[in-house]
């Protein structure tokens, strides 16, 4: 890429960055559905014609916003993970990391959906955006393969006493904590976090061998 090139592409970015700043406070204040574009555009300090250079529809913002968090979620996690001494630890920091940002976004992922109307973002919107997407795929699935690759390393050092497989253990990981989150959002608050991790672990106990199983956080 030329200078000229890389200096265009640098200033797109930090436009895009904006954008997204701007996207992240519209959504959470109004909600998925009632954001518009111009609530957009205003919080990014863009005029409605200056932001169609760069979005088309609110979906393309919101899949790139969630692209963007969720990549940065994924590394903090990794971190957490890479860090414990035992299965049982890894996993415990998994699921603290999860459910820890997933508060810290609540009033976004609230915003996705009316969940006493039971409105969902249209689905036929965002499958328009087929590179994000993939992106989107991408991201849910290196979450996955995170908690697998933990459980194949803790079965290998015979930390995990599950007969399952391994894809099998990690989706039942995530699902539980999906389901923690879907509960929250229901109940429209975020529930105390470390009673939620204690519940998990008390959970995870009869599956995981660890001598750091015992302990409270």
Same mark, same amino acid.
């Given at each position: 890429?030329? =200078?000229?090139?890389?200096?265009?592409? &640098?200033?797109?970015?930090?436009?895009?960055?904006?954008?997204?700043?701007g996207?992240?406070? &519209?959504?959470?204040?109004?909600?998925?559905?009632?954001?518009?574009?111009?609530d957009?555009?205003?919080?990014?300090?863009?005029s409605?014609? &200056?932001?169609?250079?760069?979005?088309?529809?609110?979906?393309?913002?919101?899949?790139?916003?969630?692209?963007?968090?969720g990549?940065?979620?994924?590394?903090?996690?990794?971190?957490?993970?890479?860090?414990a001494?035992?299965?049982?630890?890894?996993?415990?920091?998994?699921?603290?990391?999860?459910?820890?940002?997933?508060?810290?976004?609540?009033?976004?992922?609230?915003?996705?959906?009316?969940?006493?109307?039971?409105?969902? =973002?249209? =689905?036929?919107?965002?499958?328009k955006?087929?590179?994000?997407?993939?992106?989107?795929?991408?991201?849910?699935q290196?979450?996955?393969?995170?908690?697998?690759?933990?459980?194949r390393?803790?079965?290998?050092r015979?930390?995990?006493t599950?007969?399952?497989?391994?894809?099998?253990?990690?989706?039942?990981?995530?699902?539980?904590l999906?389901g923690?989150?879907?509960?929250?959002?229901? $109940?429209?608050?975020?529930?105390?976090?470390?009673?939620?991790? $204690?519940?998990?672990?008390?959970?995870?106990? =009869?599956?995981?061998?660890?001598?750091?199983? $015992?302990?409270?956080?």
């Amino acid at each position: 890429m030329e =200078p000229r090139e890389k200096r265009q592409q &640098a200033v797109r970015d930090a436009k895009i960055e904006v954008i997204l700043k701007g996207a992240w406070e &519209a959504f959470s204040k109004l909600g998925y559905h009632q954001t518009r574009l111009e609530d957009i555009a205003q919080a990014a300090g863009f005029s409605k014609t &200056a932001l169609y250079y760069y979005y088309e529809n609110k979906e393309e913002i919101f899949m790139d916003l969630v692209i963007r968090e969720g990549g940065r979620v994924f590394e903090s996690v990794k971190d957490r993970v890479s860090a414990a001494d035992s299965t049982f630890d890894a996993i415990e920091q998994y699921a603290r990391g999860v459910l820890a940002v997933f508060g810290e976004h609540f009033n976004l992922m609230m915003g996705m959906m009316d969940f006493e109307a039971g409105i969902p =973002p249209n =689905p036929a919107q965002f499958h328009k955006q087929k590179d994000k997407m993939v992106l989107m795929k991408e991201t849910v699935q290196s979450f996955e393969a995170l908690t697998t690759e933990v459980i194949r390393k803790g079965r290998e050092r015979g930390e995990v006493t599950v007969e399952l497989d391994d894809v099998i253990v990690s989706e039942y990981i995530n699902s539980i904590l999906r389901g923690i989150m879907f509960r929250w959002c229901k $109940n429209t608050k975020v529930d105390d976090v470390e009673s939620e991790i $204690n519940q998990f672990k008390t959970f995870l106990q =009869p599956l995981l061998k660890s001598d750091s199983s $015992n302990r409270n956080t």
